[in-house]
Nanobody, 127 residues
């Protein structure tokens, strides 16, 4: 059974940094493209960043480009999301998701394609 568990959320001041981690079990990580999504209160879930199985393709939502960095460590079955210069509008529940694929250089920022989801971790950005 594939499971994804997020960690690293919390309360942070605007302008500060936070790193989220996603630990994946039940599957070899190189079989999954991984996406990070977030959902703010009262808003729809949106894609933040994704990384292909071989790390060759990485995409970011426009609002986080240059501030967030996604990386994966297939040997450790983990994916990280480093978030710098955080803004109040970055707050929300962050989810990691896995998309099983044979295409090593593919990832997507649209959530209907993803097969497996974590339970989410809360990020609050406030002074």
């Amino acid at each position: 059974q594939v499971q994804l568990v997020e960690s690293g959320g919390g309360l942070v001041q605007p302008g500060k940094s936070l790193t989220l981690s996603c630990t994946i079990t039940g599957v070899t990580l190189d079989q999954l493209a991984i996406g990070w999504f977030r959902q703010a209160l009262g808003r729809e879930r949106e894609g933040v960043a994704c990384i292909s199985p071989n790390s060759a393709e990485i995409y970011y939502q426009t609002t986080v480009k240059g501030r967030f960095a996604i990386s994966r460590h297939n040997d450790k079955n983990t994916v990280s999301l480093r978030m710098n210069s955080l803004k109040p509008e970055d707050a929300g529940v962050y989810y990691c998701a896995g998309l099983r694929t044979n295409v090593q250089n593919m990832c997507l920022l649209t959530d209907p394609w993803y097969d497996h989801w974590g339970q989410g971790t809360q990020v609050t950005v406030s002074a």
